[in-house]
């Protein structure tokens, strides 16, 4: 039965404590909300990107084609947000989940590297990586010295094509290593959490699903209920960086 969790008492249910003192296989599916704390902006929501800028004049290969001077900064901007923030007590938390468990796989649709910042050592970017960037005639990776500064879209110094964000856009189709070996861990996770994701952007969001018909017990952590919650076997309400290290501790005592 699905259940919203809010017990003063305890952070979760019997049956999650019991869960998680005997997984082996944890996977953790994160969306920008696990970054919100940590000062990034999230995309749906009041003060959400797309709010504010219009994802069909910046996250897709038209606008990119159209004018890649508006994109290329949009990212460049994003990439400054970025670089002056640090992994939250969320991040934080999963990292420990490494260290607690035999497998803790993080697959996420941030493209901020704050996971593997905090120390996760198996993180599956399923959008990309705002720190990498590629040319987009011979495929090249552009070295962060080159692209340093560059304030229009650069040009690629082996054949001149423009380089561009290595960035998931819509339309576009997921890296497909990452993909795979995300399908691969969801499927045979024990507990699998979906934290700070509206859970609306496919494919990415099917995962959690998968994972739960593959038989994971399926947990949300996110501080409003969303299209994912009546799939889930429980649902942790509250902010990543508070619902993540407090039910760690509890496990742990
Ligand atoms: P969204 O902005 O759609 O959703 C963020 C979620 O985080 C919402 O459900 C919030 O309620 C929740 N949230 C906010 N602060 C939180 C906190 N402190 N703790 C826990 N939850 C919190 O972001 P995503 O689901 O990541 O794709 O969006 C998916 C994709 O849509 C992105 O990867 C991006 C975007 O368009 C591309 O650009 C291709």
């Known amino acids: 039965m699905n259940s919203d969790h809010k017990s003063p008492a305890a952070p979760c249910s019997a049956e999650l404590l019991l869960r998680l003192k005997e997984a082996g296989r944890i996977v953790v599916f994160t969306g920008a909300g696990i970054s919100a704390e940590s000062g990034v902006p999230t995309f749906r929501g009041e003060n959400g990107l797309w709010k504010k800028f219009r994802p069909e004049e910046l996250a897709n290969i038209d606008a990119f084609m159209r004018n890649p001077d508006l994109v290329w900064q949009w990212y460049q901007h994003r990439k400054e947000v970025i670089s002056s923030v640090r992994p939250n007590a969320g991040h934080d938390a999963i990292a ?141 309400l509250g902010k990543a960086g508070e619902v993540l290290p407090a039910l760690l501790a509890y496990v742990e005592h």
């Not at 650069?154 to 995300?182: K, M, Q, T, Y």
């Open 96 to 236: 420990a989940m490494d260290q607690r468990y035999p497998s803790c796989i993080v697959v996420t649709q941030n493209i901020d590297d704050l996971h593997r910042r905090a120390g996760s050592r198996t993180v599956h970017e399923l959008h990309g990586n705002i720190e990498r960037n590629y040319c987009m005639t011979c495929r090249r990776p552009a070295t962060p010295e080159e692209i340093a500064g560059q304030t229009k879209a650069p040009l690629c110094v082996a054949c001149g094509g423009l380089v561009r964000p290595d960035v998931v856009w819509f339309g576009e189709l997921l890296p497909e290593e990452e993909w795979n070996a995300s399908v691969e861990a969801a499927t045979a996770a024990d507990v699998f959490f979906a934290v700070g994701t509206s859970s609306v952007v496919y494919p990415a969001a099917s995962l959690p699903t998968d994972a739960r018909r593959a038989g994971a017990y399926l947990v949300e952590v996110n501080i409003e209920r969303t299209d994912l919650s009546p799939m889930a076997d429980e649902v942790l």
